[in-house]
């Protein structure tokens, strides 16, 4: 085999830099797109309404609910925000507080 004429190191170097140079555009165009379907990056305050939802239809029970929330609301206050109001929830067969019907329990009375 011969050898490569001199400039071709040049050449290749530069193919390398510009795969890579379209490969991060590629990356923070899929990222940017990602972000803009999900509405943002997630928050506490996100995380924990899912929890609330959860919750208030039936899907998790008052003691993991209140532990999980206790940990979010410390993180909360730790990351510098305000944490939200320390109140206990009511119980999940109560009436929700968008005037909706508790949810049905898959347990019998």
Do not use: C
Not at 14 to 43: C, H, K, N, Q
Not at 45 to 72: C, Q
């Amino acid at each position: 085999m011969g050898r490569l004429p001199p400039g071709s190191s040049n050449l290749f170097l530069a193919l390398i830099a510009l795969v890579a140079a379209f490969g991060l555009f590629l990356v923070y165009r899929l990222r940017s797109d990602v972000e803009a379907e999900a509405g943002g990056p997630v928050t506490d305050e996100d995380i924990l309404k899912e929890f609330e939802r959860a919750y208030y239809s039936g899907e998790m029970e008052a003691e993991e609910f209140h532990r999980v929330t206790a940990a979010l609301r410390t993180r909360m206050g730790k990351a510098g925000s305000a944490p939200a109001a320390t109140t206990t929830p009511p119980p999940p067969d109560a009436p929700r507080p968008d005037g909706g019907e508790p949810p049905l329990s898959p347990f019998p009375s």
